[in-house]
């Protein structure tokens, strides 16, 4: 099936209309500057620290319960469930951050502690950390230029969530060296900064994939909202139905994730997906695969108790 509903940007094109660059912001009534410059041409995402100054030492552990919550509605009807967090760059590449540079100074900092140590160690079952993996593999696992992991980043996560499915399978995973990736990513642009090249990472296992509903553009210049495939050889991949609600970094990372699964589905978790079609997917999945990028947990509607609940009512 062919002609998926597509949205033309990226959900990060937000940052452009968010206002300039700045130094550090004291203030937290102050909000931070919609980039923020590090060292080595790193530019981070500044709402992120208005985030952790609000979320303070608890705010972050209340939203992780909120997952924990939904994961365990999704396990006690008998599916697979595992949940990621993809980290702010700032918890990744922190040594390109230097602390003079930090919005809302001692507080942003004091969330930002908090939000590690969640990311690192939330006690659930269902959790996958990634933070971990991303901070010491000293490839390019994020764009110098975009809050947005790269395909080399995406593998670690991809290595990462098939090792936590199946050991195995983590471990017969293989990947090479693709085609350089050029984008202009909109904070460069509101900088006037050219485009960025970055490497790639792709598949080389010998597993097929046959797209069923939407055709995944690899190179991100298209959206998919709703996209399905089947990969084979069945040996090789995680059996059953998954269903991947994600946002920009899963979309980003479907080149390397379609390979794991025998027969998967990806849902952009946004305002245009339905929450009828969301029940009806995690109804018909084996495996429910859910990732959240940092910055946008506070605005999720996985979160919700009204997206917990209508879950709940699908599943029984």
């Known amino acids: 099936m062919r002609g998926p509903r597509t949205v033309a940007v990226l959900a990060l094109s937000l940052v452009v209309g968010l206002g300039g660059t700045a130094g550090a912001v004291d203030d937290p ?21 208005d985030q952790f100054c609000t979320d ?32 702010d760059k700032s918890h990744v590449r922190a040594e390109s951050l ?33 933070r971990v993996a991303l901070a010491d593999d000293r490839r390019r696992v994020f764009w110098r230029t975009d809050p947005h992991w ?17 050991p195995g399978l983590g471990a017969r995973l293989r990947f090479v060296e693709g085609r350089p990736d050029t984008r202009l990513w909109p904070m460069a642009a509101q900088l006037g900064l050219p485009a960025e090249t970055a490497p790639t990472s792709r598949p080389a296992g010998g597993v097929k994939v046959t797209e ?40 980003l990372g479907l080149g390397n994730l379609r390979p794991l699964f025998r027969r998967g589905r990806f849902l952009w978790m946004g305002p245009a997906q339905p929450q009828a079609t969301i029940d009806r ?28 609940r209508s879950i709940r009512r699908a599943l029984r």
């Open 56 to 87: 303070g030492a608890t705010g972050f552990d209340h939203r992780m319960r909120q997952l924990s919550r939904l994961a365990l509605v999704i396990r006690r009807s008998g599916r697979r469930v595992v949940f990621s967090i993809a980290p």
């Open 150 to 166: 790269t395909r080399v980043g995406a593998e670690v996560y991809a290595t990462a969530l098939a090792t936590k499915l199946d």
């Open 212 to 251: 069923l509903r939407g055709h995944l553009d690899v190179t991100g210049h298209e959206t998919l909202i709703d996209h399905s495939w089947r990969s084979r050889p069945t040996s090789l991949t995680w059996p059953g139905r998954t269903l991947i609600l994600g946002d920009s970094f899963a979309f």
């Open 98 to 130: 230097p602390r003079s540079a930090i919005p809302h100074g001692r507080c942003a900092r004091i969330g930002a502690r908090a939000h590690r140590k969640a990311l690192d160690g939330w006690k659930d079952p269902s959790h996958l950390p990634v």
């Open 281 to 308: 997917a995690v109804l018909k999945a084996d495996t429910v695969v859910i990732e959240i990028a940092e910055f946008l947990v506070p605005t999720s509607p996985l979160l919700q108790d009204s997206f917990r």
């Open 29 to 49: 009534a102050t909000p931070a500057p919609g980039i923020v410059q590090g060292s080595d041409g790193e530019l981070f995402f500044g709402p992120s620290f």
